[in-house]
């Protein structure tokens, strides 16, 4: 009995250096997946968040994709950062809604005005409604929305320069 | 001492680029008159994690998100909606991960056990030490 257990504090430190080693080493990400990837889109219809683009409902994702939709804010600092890769999506044909979450409409249009309007319709969701409803947690995020509907990628964070190879791509795969 | 008072304020500053000028939510920060209803909505909201800063509750947390869900769940108390219902419709959403209250999925029965495995343990080790002490 005592033999074995003279050697249970070293292999607790071991068990104990091995679980910290592997948390400094592969720390968690902190990104919540939305669990309607692979669902369809949930129901919405927004008003309008910009002056000179018409607003946004879900029904008109349904049909015609793939599309890409953006959750944007003029107050969130890497949406603007992300906005020459929305330009380069949109030059490459690609589609792309807006729905600007807790903004105003002057804002959305002096935001729009500073970093190019990539977007064919932007919706205002004023109260972050469908954003939750969507599994969203944060702005800017990306969704792509394939022909039928459904959501079939989630981008989380911004859209960076080297990103938008693999975003053409899955929007080419999203049939 | 120009420069260290600089360096003070910038160490003192709060960060402020992901709040919005928007006002908060009807009901953000603001009780339901019915208290029963309050308590029930409170209940469901210290329970929810916050998305934005993933240790807080959204009952505790000031981030604007917080705030338009915390509205969101006393409103739908108020139009009668079970606390459940929302729990539930919220993990459709987010998984688990939103929930603070422990599920019964196989992923958590050892933490379920726990407590029966613990009890087990101190009973034996108890068992053996009025053996011992009975022999003499």
Known sequence: ?175 | MRGLLALLALLLSVPVLAQTALPPAPYADRQIDDPALEKKARTLMETIRCLTCQSQSIADSNASMAADLRSQIRERIMAGEQPEHIRAWLIERYGDWVSYEPTAEPILWPLWAAPLLFLGLGMMLLRGRIKRRRLP
Request: glycine share 8%; charged share 20%; aromatic share 8%.
């Open chain 1, 1 to 175: 009995m005592r033999s074995w257990l003279i050697w249970l504090p070293l292999a607790l430190f071991l068990a104990f250096f091995g679980l910290f080693a592997s948390g400094l080493l592969h720390p968690d990400d902190r990104i919540i997946p939305s669990k309607l990837v692979g669902k369809p889109l949930p129901a919405f219809a927004l008003p309008a968040a910009a002056s000179d683009r018409p607003p946004l409902a879900s029904t008109q994702l349904a049909t015609g994709g793939p599309r890409l939709l953006n959750i944007f804010a003029s107050w969130c600092v890497p949406c603007a950062a992300e906005a020459p890769q929305l330009m380069v999506l949109k030059q490459a044909g690609i589609e792309i809604d807006g729905i600007a979450i807790r903004d105003a409409r002057p804002d959305v249009d002096a935001f729009l005005k500073r970093y190019g309007n990539p977007y064919a319709r932007i919706g205002l969701d004023a109260r972050s409604e469908v954003q939750i409803a969507m599994g969203s947690s944060g702005v800017p995020e990306s969704f792509i929305i394939d022909s039928k509907g459904r959501i079939a990628y989630q981008h989380v964070g911004d859209i960076r320069v080297e990103d938008v190879p693999m975003i053409l791509d899955r929007l080419r795969n999203a049939q």
